[in-house]
């Protein structure tokens, strides 16, 4: 019964957001994402509806656990269903153990959310804090149908079948890492109430992929703050010893051990099989993953969240999963993987410098860095054809500034930029 509700909960959110998208609008409620707490809130002191359901969802779990995760949001349903898609096709992946669980989702949070806002709000003090609920508007942050239908792709079922249960949530969801100390100090856990049996269904049927048979017989609850408060160990244990019950915080004991990396965890004979451990080569996957994701986030106008699943994905085809292929299709698989992201570090490398000097109008550099850009990216970008066109004419080269007016009116016909600088072009 527990599941049923959980399941009928995760169908109804989905109910939800296509009913706010597609009837209600953004008139009253903008969009509802949880990065608006940062890039609203922290930033501008702005208090929408995504800055509320932060706030909501962050007192909520420090009172239930990561309660809103298990049963409230859309992605980790997502990841969920798509687990079950693979078992229905025969298809049961390992679930990876790493120590990046706990450290790439900071990494990203911090990098991304917490830090830059913060600077934001230093160099522009809150004159005050305001509400607005129907800003921004719903489409602001999400992206198009093509880029969303790939991260769902990408970060649903690639992840999952290469990295195991919940991959996402477990490895990159921001979210959730921000949401794990208020689910450390949670009044409501899994906690061992009765005598173990050591079958492992618990941890077998976690979808967090936590080793829940060690963690109650350890610590006499489930410590780890990847818990989702989905409760199916404890409907699901065949004897009867967890429940999800409440301790008074005050009583509640805790110790530095808790909140480490476990060494012994998934050792179990009766789980040995369903989880791999690849603690030994994190110091290798955490940068190669920071790296690759930093050479393609926001091209092709891909978030964060399809960069690093991307990139996590590659590095881990790069560094375990293609020794299980021929030497030759492995080298064949690296080099490729090698080669595509050389090719758009490269292209992210020249707009980067296009763009700074363009504003240190320091032009020969910009146009170098632009005119490579334009000739090595497949996506054609009408804002680099109108900088290109800018410098030209202020050096007096108006037969290259007018070729990439042209080409900026006929990648955005709609623009009146073009066609104000084909005028003055036409002028001189």
Aim: proline share 4%.
């Amino acid at each position: 019964m527990v599941q049923k509700l959980r399941i009928t909960s995760l169908f109804l959110i989905h109910v939800l957001i296509l009913l706010h998208i597609y009837y209600f609008g953004s008139d009253k409620i903008g969009s509802v994402d949880f990065q608006e707490f940062f890039h609203s809130f922290i930033k501008s002191g702005i208090i929408n509806a995504g800055a509320m359901l932060v706030i909501i969802a962050f007192i909520f779990t420090l009172l239930f656990g990561r309660f809103f995760c298990g049963w409230a949001c859309h992605f980790g349903a997502i990841q969920e269903l798509c687990w079950y898609i693979l078992k229905k096709l025969k298809i049961k992946p390992q679930t990876i153990d790493s120590k990046l669980v706990t450290i790439l989702p900071i990494i990203i949070l911090l990098n991304f959310y917490v830090i830059p806002n913060i600077y934001q709000a230093y160099k522009n003090p809150w004159s005050e804090i305001s509400l607005a609920f129907n800003e921004p508007e719903i489409w602001a942050f999400l992206p198009g149908f093509i880029i969303g239908s790939l991260t769902f792709l990408i970060d649903g079922f690639l992840i999952v079948y290469f990295l195991g249960k919940k991959g996402f949530c477990r490895f990159l969801c921001p979210w959730g890492a921000f949401l794990k100390v208020p689910t450390a100090l949670s009044f409501f856990k899994v906690r061992k109430t009765g005598e173990c049996t050591y079958c492992h269904v618990c941890t077998n049927e976690c979808p967090i992929g936590i080793d829940v048979s060690y963690e109650i017989n350890k610590f006499e609850k489930v410590v780890n703050s990847n818990c989702t408060s989905c409760m199916n160990c404890t409907t699901g244990c065949p004897s009867s010893a967890l429940s999800y019950t409440f301790s008074n915080p005050l009583k509640e004991e805790y110790n530095l051990n808790q909140f480490l990396p476990k060494k012994n965890i998934f050792t179990h004979p009766n789980i040995l099989n369903n989880f791999k451990n690849l603690r030994k080569l994190d110091f290798y996957i955490l940068p190669l993953t920071l790296l690759l994701g930093f050479a393609i986030d926001g091209l092709y106008g891909m978030g964060h969240f399809m960069a690093y699943g991307i990139s996590l994905i590659a590095s881990y085809i790069i560094l375990f999963f293609s020794k299980n292929y021929t030497k030759l299709i492995r080298l064949g698989s690296i080099s490729i993987l090698v080669l595509l992201f050389s090719w758009h570090g490269l292209i992210k490398f020249s707009i980067w410098n296009g763009f700074r000097n363009y504003e240190l109008k320091n032009h020969s550099t910009s146009i170098l860095n632009l005119e490579r850009a334009i000739s090595i990216y497949p996506k054609k970008i009408g804002k680099f054809h109108i900088m290109l066109s800018e410098m030209y004419l202020d050096i007096n080269n108006l037969e290259k500034a007018l070729i990439h007016a042209k080409a900026a009116k006929k990648i955005n016909p709609n623009h009146n930029s073009p066609d104000q600088l084909i005028n003055i072009i036409n002028n001189r």
